[in-house]
């Protein structure tokens, strides 16, 4: 009977429970070879001291640039299955650009995915945060990251208390503003700025996108060109610009085509360099990982601090 109870408790002390968004993941112990599609988990993972065996093909930077020279599976949106089957990895951790590839991954090995709210963004990184540092027993190291973030967000709603503020894509010549509920709606939650449009509703967030010069597309060009309108009328204290063109250190040109928008361009922030211009690999590649918000939420900080 002791032995049987030790042996038990072994087992149980092996054991790997994981929560994510399709539920429980339960394994008989813990991972060791890790690969993960998603940036966001890998950046989570690397500040916990987890690193993965393999990752997908993309440009590592910052808190990842030691990944740029392992082994690659892939890519973000096609997963190379015969590199992943020589690796044997015990978890997969798809992402929602390799989502469609689930059922795939998971005939390899158990793979999981977590989902990135962005009308709830923060508490989606901290749910993810939470549930990695829980399954791989590193919690404290995990508050202790989630502090940090804390902070910097706190210190970013203090700056911008009773401010406006909106977030601009820019691709080369055109200029389109992200409201709450789009991809980059959050900064709200991030910084604190009150956004001059209103929430994206789930019906217009569950539209399709419409086939290229389609009756659809154009009225959907036209609301967007509103809202731009209506952005620069309100004339907000902050814009926030990723330059899409600078992904992997390609051309730059937003600067130039928001002080040449004949709106835009007349606004007070751009006049005045409340443009906080972010660097576009952290946020359009990585995003919602707790290493990689903290960086990103420090720059906002060291540029919004200059300004106030």
């Given at each position: 009977m002791?032995?049987?109870?030790?042996?038990?408790?072994?087992?149980?002390?092996?054991?790997?429970?994981?929560?994510?968004?399709?539920?429980?993941?339960?394994?008989?112990?813990?991972?060791?070879?890790?690969?993960?599609?998603?940036?966001?988990?890998?950046?989570?993972?690397?500040?916990?001291?987890?690193?993965?065996?393999?990752?997908?093909?993309?440009?590592?930077?910052?808190?990842?640039?030691?990944?740029?020279?392992?082994?690659?599976?892939?890519?973000?949106?096609?997963?190379?299955?015969?590199?992943?089957?020589?690796?044997?990895?015990?978890?997969?951790?798809?992402?929602?650009?390799?989502?469609?590839?689930?059922?795939?991954?998971?005939k390899i090995?158990?793979?999981?995915?977590?989902?990135?709210?962005?009308?709830?963004?923060?508490?989606?990184?901290?749910?993810?945060?939470n549930?990695?540092?829980?399954?791989?027993?590193?919690?404290?190291?995990?508050?202790?990251?989630?502090?940090?973030?804390?902070?910097?967000?706190k210190q970013?709603?203090?700056?911008?208390?009773?401010?406006?503020?909106?977030?601009?894509?820019?691709?080369?010549?055109?200029?389109?503003?992200?409201?709450?509920?789009?991809?980059?709606?959050?900064?709200?939650?991030?910084?604190g700025l009150?956004?001059?449009?209103?929430?994206?509703?789930?019906?217009?967030?569950?539209?399709?996108?419409?086939?290229?010069?389609?009756?659809?597309?154009?009225?959907?060009?036209?609301?967007?060109?509103?809202?731009?309108?209506?952005?620069?009328?309100?004339?907000?204290?902050?814009?926030?610009?990723?330059?899409?063109?600078?992904?992997?250190?390609?051309?730059?040109?937003a600067?130039?085509?928001?002080?040449?928008?004949a709106?835009?361009?007349?606004?007070d922030a751009?006049?005045?360099?409340?443009?906080?211009?972010?660097?576009?690999?952290?946020?359009?590649?990585?995003?919602g990982?707790?290493?990689?918000?903290?960086?990103?939420?420090?720059?906002?900080?060291?540029?919004?601090?200059?300004?106030?």
């Amino acid at each position: 009977m002791v032995i049987g109870s030790s042996l038990l408790a072994a087992q149980a002390a092996n054991a790997f429970e994981i929560k994510h968004s399709a539920g429980v993941l339960e394994l008989e112990q813990t991972p060791k070879k890790v690969v993960s599609y998603d940036l966001a988990q890998l950046d989570t993972l690397t500040a916990l001291g987890i690193e993965a065996v393999a990752v997908p093909e993309s440009s590592y930077k910052n808190s990842l640039a030691q990944y740029n020279d392992s082994p690659t599976v892939g890519t973000l949106f096609k997963p190379d299955y015969e590199a992943l089957k020589k690796i044997q990895p015990d978890l997969i951790i798809a992402g929602g650009r390799s989502a469609a590839a689930m059922d795939e991954l998971a005939k390899i090995a158990p793979t999981i995915s977590f989902a990135s709210d962005p009308n709830n963004f923060v508490d989606s990184v901290k749910d993810s945060v939470n549930s990695i540092a829980k399954a791989w027993d590193k919690e404290a190291e995990g508050e202790k990251l989630l502090e940090k973030l804390d902070q910097n967000i706190k210190q970013l709603h203090d700056l911008n208390k009773g401010k406006t503020g909106a977030f601009l894509f820019v691709m080369k010549d055109r200029v389109m503003t992200h409201a709450p509920g789009d991809r980059f709606g959050y900064i709200e939650e991030l910084t604190g700025l009150k956004p001059i449009l209103n929430a994206r509703t789930a019906e217009e967030l569950n539209q399709p996108r419409p086939e290229a010069d389609s009756p659809e597309a154009k009225a959907r060009a036209q609301k967007s060109a509103d809202e731009l309108s209506t952005v620069a009328k309100a004339n907000p204290d902050w814009f926030i610009v990723l330059d899409r063109g600078a992904l992997n250190d390609a051309e730059t040109t937003a600067a130039k085509t928001l002080e040449n928008h004949a709106e835009i361009g007349q606004t007070d922030a751009v006049k005045n360099d409340r443009v906080f211009y972010v660097e576009p690999n952290p946020w359009y590649v990585v995003t919602g990982g707790v290493s990689n918000l903290t960086t990103i939420t420090d720059q906002m900080i060291e540029k919004m601090k200059t300004k106030n």
